[in-house]
T-cell receptor
Framework: KQEVTQIPAALSVPEGENLVLNCSFT??????LQWFRQDPGKGLTSLLL?????REQTSGRLNASLDKSSGRSTLYIAASQPGDSATYLC??????????????FGQGTILTVHP | DVKVTQSSRYLVKRTGEKVFLECVQD?????MFWYRQDPGLGLRLIYF???????EKGDIPEGYSVSREKKERFSLILESASTNQTSMYLC?????????????FGPGTRLTVL
């Protein structure tokens, strides 16, 4: 059974810092990996999606990397801002068959960026 | 923009009541999903559907059922609500097919069972 772990559980940084969020998964047979953002009391917003054949994806100040063989992904946020404060979730997608489309989520990292 | 809407943001029900949570997506997506989110446990998949009238159990289907009579609508049913079903419920949809699609989430329904 796939298990996804995110470290750290919470992170508080001053504005302007570069930071790294970590995600690890136990079964390397994945279709893709996604990073989501969740604001308090809200749904999830997809930030980046990395296919299993890719090594990284970038969007603005965000960069996500994937090392499938070691079961790890990192989300790098450059020049953090207070508006980046949210919970960040990583999720891996199972391969096809009856598990088609199924995501397994980590428990998230709560990020606080203070001015 | 893809829009996924859920019928209620907050809901309070009594133990034993039958509860319906409705989810509607407006982008003709093939796949729809129901998750619950609990502190310390994260998001867990309850049920998903990859076509009209088709459904698959997720990781925690016990105590729940689903209905998908139309492509755009996916309903989660609690046949007899219990206090351990107090949670945040999130619906999602995805286009399906290519394998490169992401899931789009609704705003969530916070259900309290008294």
């Amino acid at each position: 059974k796939q298990e996804v772990t995110q470290i750290p559980a919470a992170l508080s940084v001053p504005e302007g810092e570069n930071l790294v969020l970590n995600c690890s998964f136990t079964d390397s047979a994945i279709y893709n990996l996604q990073w989501f953002r969740q604001d308090p009391g809200k749904g999830l917003t997809s930030l980046l999606l990395i296919q299993s054949s890719q090594r990284e994806q970038t969007s603005g100040r965000l960069n996500a990397s994937l090392d499938k063989s070691s079961g790890r992904s990192t989300l790098y946020i450059a020049a953090s801002q207070p508006g980046d404060s949210a919970t960040y979730l990583c999720a891996v997608r199972a391969p096809g068959g009856t598990s088609y489309g199924k995501l397994t989520f980590g428990q998230g990292t709560i990020l606080t960026v203070h001015p | 923009d893809v829009k996924v809407t859920q019928s209620s943001r907050y809901l309070v029900k009594r133990t034993g009541e039958k509860v319906f949570l409705e989810c509607v997506q407006d982008m003709d997506h093939e796949n729809m999903f129901w998750y619950r989110q609990d502190p310390g446990l994260g998001l867990r998949l309850i049920y998903f559907s990859y076509d009209v009238k088709m459904k698959e159990k997720g990781d925690i289907p016990e105590g729940y059922s689903v209905s998908r009579e139309k492509k755009e609508r996916f309903s989660l049913i609690l046949e007899s609500a219990s206090t351990n079903q107090t949670s945040m419920y999130l619906c999602a949809s995805s286009p399906g097919g290519s394998g490169k699609d992401t899931q789009y989430f609704g705003p969530g329904t916070r259900l309290t069972v008294l």
